[in-house]
């Protein structure tokens, strides 16, 4: 079945190599990478470094700005893109459908889900291009990223990317077999709001670290590097010092990171990719 998008005069076009995708009217992208030039630019370098043939997950697909990114990179993976709001999923499988258009063989999977484990029953808030889950509100059930991907059959997992505004830890949490089996790449964002999700990132930490994710890299919320190659306690000081500011005890200066954790294994592909984004400009 052709899928379709009523497409507005208003909508945004964004360019990603070959790739042309939209976003709606009031989608804030652009202006964010207009503003930061880096806000949103690492995965794609890491996607370039990446064995052809394996999975990347991307948990809160959006409408595809970032797997359209990393695609235009390396086209030889295989996404699974999953997202639960509605409005965005109908940009994404539209988008998706016009990068297949023009490279027939990429392969990228579409899933309409809200991935968690501890959070059973949410809802879904936010505006532009930006949504984010509310515990307890609603009616749409979470589904483990475990129950998801052992749906299908798929390729090893070489890159777990998650980014729903506040509970990636959940997310992460709720892959331990996949974790356990594939020892992929994690990417997720660290935000919190409130001192419980300020622990389930710190218990995830530690978790990690338990399973042998020993590199962990910090971005900040622009995108540009704050630590490399650093440690759990070092990275949960810079999460007090966002802490202090969500409290308003210190002037706020950032809202919240992207951590990159990584087996020993994959030491060398984080320093060829962080040297890479290093010389971009």
């Known amino acids: 079945m052709k899928l379709s998008l009523k497409v507005s005069r208003a909508d945004q076009q964004l360019r990603f190599g070959d790739f042309s995708i939209r976003l709606p009217h009031d989608h804030l992208l652009p202006v964010y990478q207009r503003k930061h030039p880096s ?166 930490m530690e978790r990690l670290s338990d399973t042998g994710y020993t590199h962990w890299t910090v971005f900040d919320n622009f995108g540009e590097v704050m630590l490399a190659d650093t440690q759990p306690p070092q990275v949960r000081q810079l999460m007090a010092y966002n802490w202090r500011q969500q409290q308003k005890r210190a002037t706020r200066t950032i809202y919240y990171y992207d951590i990159l954790a990584a087996v020993p294994a994959d030491a060398p592909v984080v320093d060829q990719t962080l040297a890479a984004y290093a010389a971009r400009h």
């Open 39 to 204: 806000y949103d630019h690492f995965l794609p370098f890491l996607a370039g470094q990446l064995e052809g043939g394996t999975t990347v997950i991307d948990v809160g697909a959006n409408c595809g700005d970032t797997v359209a990114a990393m695609a235009a990179k390396n086209p030889h993976l295989h996404y699974l893109c999953i997202e639960p709001d509605e409005q965005f999923l109908r940009y994404l499988k539209s988008n998706v459908a016009a990068m297949q258009q023009v490279a027939p063989r990429l392969q990228i999977e579409t899933v309409a889900a809200m991935v968690g484990k501890d959070i059973s029953q949410a809802s879904l808030a936010g505006s532009n291009g930006s949504k984010h889950a509310v515990p307890g509100a609603g009616g749409i059930t979470t589904t483990t990223l475990d129950t998801i991907f052992a749906a299908g059959q798929r390729a090893p997992v070489r890159l777990l990317k998650s980014d729903v505004d506040g509970f990636d830890y959940d997310v992460v949490n709720s892959a331990i077999e996949l974790i356990g089996r594939d020892r992929p790449l994690i990417y997720y964002e660290c935000q919190f709001f409130d001192n419980a999700q300020r622990c389930g990132f710190e218990d995830l």
